[in-house]
């Protein structure tokens, strides 16, 4: 495993001694795995967007096509 140092205010520093029982590693270990989770999240919401953005067939409806779909499976 990979080790990083990072900088804190003193007074956080402080406050983090006092809690020894809190494996800080770990809890920042979980900070970043969410934060790199939530950024995946957005781009690709991101890319998502930009699909449906350029995939927009002209004169098509979703609502007609399974309403289209609908009436042809009730008259078999």
Partial sequence: ????????PEDLKREMRKRKRINWSWVARKAFEEAIR??????AAER?????????TPGWSGAKE???WRDASKSS
């Fill in 66 to 68: 399974v309403r289209k």
């Fill in 1 to 8: 495993m990979a080790n990083v140092t990072i900088t804190l």
């Fill in 38 to 43: 939530q950024e995946e999240m957005m781009m």
């Fill in 48 to 56: 998502i967007d930009k699909l449906r953005a350029t995939g927009k």
